[in-house]
Each structure stands twice: as structure tokens, then as C-alpha cells.
């Protein structure tokens, strides 16, 4: 098992075990896996805390069990299987939203990864609106992989057509 | 002449898009693993060049 898959299957049990509701790789993380490798420093995984889970300590209880199991803590990052992992809240329905329709991948060795569909990652990137956003915007309808009559649902649906429309021009190469 | 010559730098450019195109459609293809140990190296490529970009040089102190 590749270390990447080593991570996703502790991330995986951290849902099983009841630590976490549910979760989507986003960010850069979930660009990579759809298109060609870009400069990332962590993997951002967005995860649903446990309903009635304290809003100040919401990510407590992660770092515990994870603790607990031999992670070790660097600044904003939890070293999980080798790997730099920052868990992100779901706090805007917006990614809320992403986070429950993730799509779901088998990788080798039966582990299921669950990354952020490539729509919800272009709506997230254009409501974010940092010029690498943009870029990789570009990036994502330069190969294809955006069905754009998804993308244009979620902007309707997240008053982000309006946004999309006057930024066009940036995600043109 | 100078016909030839822009044939040949058309010709050129295409087969470098061709190369590009290539390598980049191979690095989709790589497994995810692959792909986040490239990530992971081109942000310390980035981060070095920032430094040696950004940081001031330190000044020498003569002794």
C-alpha cells in the first residue's frame, strides 16, 4: 500500500470509528487528482465534525484520536502516515454541499477516497477568488473534466453566476 | 527562404505542443500517489525560489 493510500485509510476508519461524520479531499489535493500534479504543501481534507460537537474544539477530538495513535502535530498540520494533512470545517453550505456529493474512488488496495466533485471544486475556487484559484479554474476546463451544466446548477444555486460571468475572461488560456 | 523558415518554426512549435501535451497528459495519468510526491516537490521548488527571491541577503560582516 502506497503511503497516500496509508493516509486515506486511517482518514477512512477516523469516519468508521465515528471521529468524523464525513469528509472530501478539496483544494489543490482534489485538483491533482482529477488533472496533472500542482504545487501543494498538505492534503486539504474538508470533514463534517459529529453533530454536537463543542463550535470552539470542533477539531479536538481529530487530534486526539489521531494523537492517540502516533501523529505528531506540526503548526497547522497533522502528520498522518508521513503525509501533511489539514482538516478544514464544512462551515459554508457550499462546501457543506461538496462534501456530501463527493465522488468516490476506489484507489489500489480497496481503499475508497472521497474527493470533491471537479463542479463543486470550480464554484469553491470561483467563491475563494485568489488569483491561483483562477489559474487553476483554467487548469480544470483546459482538460475537460467540468460538466458545465453541473458547474452552472451550483452557481445559480450559490449566487456565484454573476461572479462567474465578470471573471471569465481569467479562466481563458 | 523566410517562408521556409516560419514552415519550419510552425513545424517546430507543433511538435513541441505535441511533446507537451504528451507529458502533461502523462502526468494525469500518473496514480495519486505519484502525483502528490510531485506536488509536494514542486511547492519546495516554489518555496526556494521565493526565499532566494524574496529574503534580503544578509549583510557580511567583515571581521
Keep these: 500500500m502506497d503511503n497516500i493510500e496509508k493516509t486515506i485509510a486511517v482518514i477512512n476508519r477516523m469516519t468508521d470509528d465515528g471521529v468524523i461524520e464525513n469528509y472530501a479531499l478539496g483544494g489543490a489535493t482534489a485538483v491533482i487528482f482529477y488533472t496533472e500534479p500542482i504545487a501543494t504543501q498538505d492534503l486539504d481534507i474538508f470533514v463534517h465534525i459529529r453533530a454536537g460537537a463543542n463550535p470552539l474544539m470542533e477539531f479536538q477530538p481529530i487530534f486526539d484520536y489521531l494523537k492517540e495513535r502516533g501523529c505528531e502535530i506540526k503548526g497547522e498540520h497533522i502528520y498522518i502516515e508521513g503525509y501533511p494533512v489539514q482538516f478544514l470545517p464544512t462551515a459554508k453550505k457550499l462546501i457543506a454541499e461538496a462534501v456530501d456529493e463527493a465522488n468516490e474512488f476506489e484507489l489500489s488496495d480497496k481503499i475508497i477516497v472521497r474527493v470533491m466533485s471537479p463542479e463543486y471544486l470550480v464554484a469553491i475556487m470561483l467563491d475563494t477568488g485568489r488569483l491561483k484559484d483562477y489559474l487553476r479554474i483554467g487548469v480544470f476546463l483546459q482538460h475537460d473534466t467540468v460538466n458545465l451544466e453541473e458547474l452552472q446548477r451550483i452557481l445559480n444555486e450559490h449566487d456565484l453566476a454573476r461572479k462567474w460571468q465578470d471573471n471569465i475572461n481569467k479562466f481563458q488560456i | ?63
Design chain 2, 1 to 63: 527562404m523566410k517562408k521556409e523558415a516560419s514552415i519550419n518554426i510552425e513545424e517546430l512549435n507543433e511538435r513541441i505542443k505535441s511533446k507537451k501535451d504528451a507529458f502533461r497528459q502523462h502526468q494525469r495519468d500518473l496514480p495519486f500517489g505519484e502525483k502528490m510526491q510531485i506536488a509536494f516537490s514542486l511547492a519546495e521548488r516554489d518555496k526556494t525560489i521565493r526565499r532566494a527571491v524574496l529574503l534580503p541577503k544578509k549583510k557580511r560582516i567583515s571581521k
